[in-house]
C-alpha cells in the first residue's frame, strides 16, 4: 500500500505534491510527508494521521523548491508517528517507499555491525541508508541505487531525491506499480497515472525489475537486466472527478447512488447493437473451448467470483473453482489446459491477486481479469480484462465496483451458457433485456434508504450481527458482514443459512440482529425455516424479500424490507443495495469515518 510522487517541475514543487496525495490517500493515510529541494538544500515535513495534517503543517511551516518527492503511508513496518513517517532521510538521500523489504532485518544488522545508527522502526529506512553509504564510498547517485536495490528482497516501488541534485529523481519497480508522467519541461512520478491526472495525461508505466533515471526532460530506464529499455508513452484517460463528493457527506453514499447509473453503462457497453448478445472485448473468449474456470480474488471481490460461480456453473454448466488469492498464489494449485483463469479486482493492483495471475500465467489456457483500473497491473497482465464501468471509487469500502463486478460476471456467464448450447438465442435475449431493466430496480431499492436507517440505529447498538442467505445469496450475506464490520467496526458473520445448525446457532441469544436475505425463490421456504429457528431463539431479524416473500414471512420480523420483485438471477446484484445502505447507516449511527474506516486502505498492494 502506500502512496509515492515525485516532481520534477517549474513551478512550486509542494502544492502539487500534496494534490497528488490527495489523490493517493486511498492508498493510506496513517501519516503523510513530502521533501523538495530548495537550491539544491534537503528539507522535508512530515504529519501523523490524514493529509489534512501535513497541509496544516506546510502552511506554518512551508516548504519551497521546484523538485521534490511525497508520501501517503499504510503502516506495514513501524507504528503510525511522525518518526516513522516518510520521506526516509540519511544524509543528502531521501526516499519514499510503496511496499515491504522483506530482508530488511538481515540489511538493518549489517548496517548496525558497520555502526550505523537508525532513527526509525520502517524497512525503508534500511534502503536509504544503503544508498548513502554506496554514495559515501564514492559511487555516484545512480550507481548506489543500483548497488541497493540489488540487494533488496520483497516488493518494492521507490523514488529517491539527492541533496544538491536539482534535476534528478531515480524511481524504481519490482512488485509495486510506479508511472512516469511527461509535462512540458516536467517530470512527475506516481504509484498511478490518477495521481498525475491533473499534472499530465501522458504516462510511461514502469515494467517489473525497471529502474529509471528521471530528469525535467529525459527518461532513461534500464530493466532487470540491467538492459536500457524503451517504455512506451501513453495517452492516459483518467477520471478528475476523483475528489468530488457531489453533494454526499460521504463518497461511500454517493458511490452508492451512483449504482444504477453505472450499471446501465456497464449493461450497455457490453451489449449488441440490437440488445440479443453479448459482446466481449477484443477476440473475447471461446467459451466452447473452456473445460472449467478458476477465479481468484480478495475480499469483496472474492464474494463476487464466489456469486459468479452459481451462475457459471448453473446457466452454463461450466465447472468453477474459487479461490483466496493470498491462499491459491502459495498453495502450488495445479493448473491445467482447459482451463481459464479469472482475476477480479476493483484496483487491479492487489498485490496477492496480481501473484496468483502471475502463477496462472503459461498455465492456464487464459488470463482473463474483471477491473476497474483499465491501465492497472492486472489488466495490462491479463490477455483479455473486462472493464467493469464504475468509474473511480474513493470510499474505501468497495460499493458500485461490487455490484458492477457482478453485472460484467453475470453478462460473461450468460455469454458463456449460449456459446456452450445451454442458452438459446430467445432466451439469452430475455435475460438481456432483465439486465437492462435492472437500473429501474435498483433505483427503488435505494428508495429504501430511510427504513434501513431506521434498522441500521438499532443495529449500530449491537455487538455482533449475522447475516444469512442461500444459493447465490450466501456470497451476499458474507458480503453483507464484511461492509458492516470493515466500516462499523461491529463484529458480523456470514453463513449460509443450512450451515447454521451445524455450530452457528449457538451465538443466537436475546437480541442478537440477523440480517436473512431471502428473496422469493425456490429456496425461499428452506431459508425462512432457518429464520424462524433464530426468531424462536430471540433474535430480531431484518428480512429483505419482495412483495411475495414478504406476505408469505413478514410477520415475525423486527423490520421488513420489500425489495422489487426480479428474476432470481438478478437478486444478488439488487440485493447488495440494503446491505450496502445497512452498513453506512449503522457506520454513520457510530460516527465512524465511513469512507476511510481506521486500518485499511483501497488498494492492497503488499501481501
Ligand atoms: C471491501 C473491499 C476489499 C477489496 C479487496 C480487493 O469493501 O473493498 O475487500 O475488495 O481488498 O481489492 P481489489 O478489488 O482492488 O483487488
Request: proline fraction near 2%.
Given at each position: 500500500m502506500c502512496g509515492i510522487v515525485g516532481v520534477l517541475g517549474n513551478h512550486e514543487a509542494a502544492p502539487l505534491l500534496v494534490e497528488a496525495l490527495k489523490r493517493l490517500e486511498y492508498r493510506g493515510y496513517d501519516s503523510a510527508g513530502i521533501a523538495t529541494l530548495n537550491h539544491g538544500t534537503l528539507d522535508r515535513r512530515r504529519a501523523v494521521g490524514k493529509l489534512v495534517n501535513l497541509s496544516d503543517l506546510l502552511v506554518h511551516e512551508p516548504l519551497a523548491g521546484k523538485a521534490g518527492i511525497g508520501h501517503t503511508r499504510w503502516a506495514t513496518h513501524g507504528a503510525p508517528n511522525t518518526t516513522n513517517a516518510h520521506p526516509h532521510r540519511a544524509g543528502g538521500v531521501a526516499v519514499v517507499h510503496n511496499g515491504i523489504i522483506e530482508n530488511y532485518r538481515d540489511l538493518r544488522a549489517e548496517l548496525s555491525a558497520k555502526g550505523v545508527e537508525f532513527?526509525?522502526?520502517?524497512?525503508?529506512e534500511t534502503v536509504v541508508l544503503l544508498v548513502e553509504q554506496a554514495m559515501q564510498a564514492g559511487m555516484n547517485a545512480v550507481q548506489a541505487v543500483d548497488a541497493t536495490l540489488a540487494r533488496l528482497e520483497g516488493a518494492f516501488a521507490l523514488v529517491f531525491l539527492f541533496e544538491g541534485q536539482d534535476d534528478l529523481l531515480i524511481a524504481a519497480r519490482k512488485g509495486s506499480p510506479l508511472a512516469i508522467g511527461h509535462g512540458d519541461g516536467e517530470m512527475f512520478v506516481g504509484s498511478d497515472a490518477i495521481a498525475l491526472s491533473p499534472l499530465t495525461d501522458r504516462i510511461t508505466y514502469l515494467e517489473e525489475g525497471d529502474r529509471a533515471v528521471v530528469t525535467r526532460t529525459t527518461l532513461d530506464i534500464v530493466d532487470a537486466n540491467g538492459t536500457r529499455a524503451n517504455r512506451e508513452v501513453r495517452q492516459v484517460h483518467v477520471?478528475?472527478?476523483?475528489?468530488?463528493?457531489g453533494g454526499y457527506k460521504h463518497f461511500m453514499m454517493k458511490e452508492i447512488m451512483q449504482q444504477p447509473t453505472v450499471i446501465g453503462e456497464c449493461v450497455n457497453a457490453y451489449l449488441s447493437e440490437d440488445g440479443r448478445d453479448v459482446v466481449l472485448p477484443g477476440a473475447g473468449v471461446d467459451f466452447t473451448r473452456v473445460e472449467r474456470m478458476t477465479m481468484v480474488a480478495c475480499g469483496t471481490a472474492f464474494y463476487a467470483c464466489l456469486t459468479a460461480k452459481y451462475w457459471f456453473e448453473q446457466l452454463a454448466r461450466l465447472p468453477v473453482e474459487v479461490d483466496i488469492a493470498s491462499e491459491f498464489r502459495y498453495r502450488e494449485p495445479p493448473v491445467s489446459p482447459g482451463t481459464a483463469a479469472l482475476f477480479v479486482s476493483q484496483?487491479?493492483?492487489t498485490a496477492d491477486t496480481l501473484a496468483a495471475l502471475r502463477y496462472s500465467t503459461g498455465k492456464a489456457d487464459r488470463i482473463l481479469s474483471v477491473v476497474n483500473v483499465a491501465e492497472s497491473s492486472i489488466a495490462r497482465e491479463s490477455d483479455l480484462a473486462l472493464p467493469?464501468?464504475?468509474?473511480?471509487?474513493?470510499?474505501?469500502?468497495?460499493t458500485k465496483a461490487f455490484t458492477c463486478q457482478l453485472t460484467v460476471l453475470l453478462l460473461m456467464a450468460l455469454k458463456a451458457a449460449h456459446a456452450r448450447g445451454h442458452l438459446s438465442d430467445d432466451a439469452l435475449a430475455d435475460h438481456l433485456s432483465a439486465l437492462r431493466g435492472l437500473p429501474g430496480h435498483l433505483n427503488h431499492a435505494l428508495d429504501l434508504a430511510r427504513d434501513v436507517d431506521a434498522a441500521a440505529r438499532k443495529i449500530s447498538e449491537a455487538r455482533d450481527v449475522l447475516f444469512l442467505g442461500r444459493g447465490a445469496m450466501y456470497p451476499l450475506a458474507l458480503e453483507g458482514a464484511l461492509k458492516l464490520k470493515e466500516i462499523s467496526y461491529i463484529h458480523a458473520e456470514g453463513y449460509?443459512?443450512?450451515?447454521?445448525?451445524?455450530?452457528?446457532?449457538?451465538?443466537?441469544?436475546?437480541?442478537?440482529p440477523v440480517i436473512v436475505m431471502a428473496p422469493h425463490d425456490g429456496l425461499f421456504d428452506k431459508t425462512v425455516s432457518n429464520m424462524q429457528e433464530v426468531i424462536a431463539r430471540g433474535a430480531q431479524v431484518v428480512l429483505m424479500t419482495d412483495a411475495a416473500g414478504a406476505k408469505r414471512a413478514g410477520e415475525d420480523c423486527m423490520t421488513l424490507l420489500t425489495l422489487p420483485e426480479v428474476p432470481a438471477l438478478l437478486a444478488p446484484i439488487l440485493y447488495a443495495i440494503p446491505a450496502q445502505l445497512l452498513a453506512y447507516y449503522a457506520a454513520v449511527a457510530k460516527g465512524t469515518d465511513v469512507d476511510q474506516p481506521r486500518n485499511l486502505a483501497k488498494s492492497v498492494t503488499v501481501e
Open positions: 532513527a526509525t522502526e520502517t524497512d525503508t477520471d478528475s472527478a476523483r475528489v468530488d463528493k484496483s487491479g493492483e467493469i464501468h464504475a468509474g473511480v471509487e474513493i470510499g474505501v469500502a468497495s449460509a443459512s443450512g450451515e447454521l445448525k451445524h455450530g452457528p446457532i449457538a451465538l443466537i441469544e436475546r437480541d442478537v
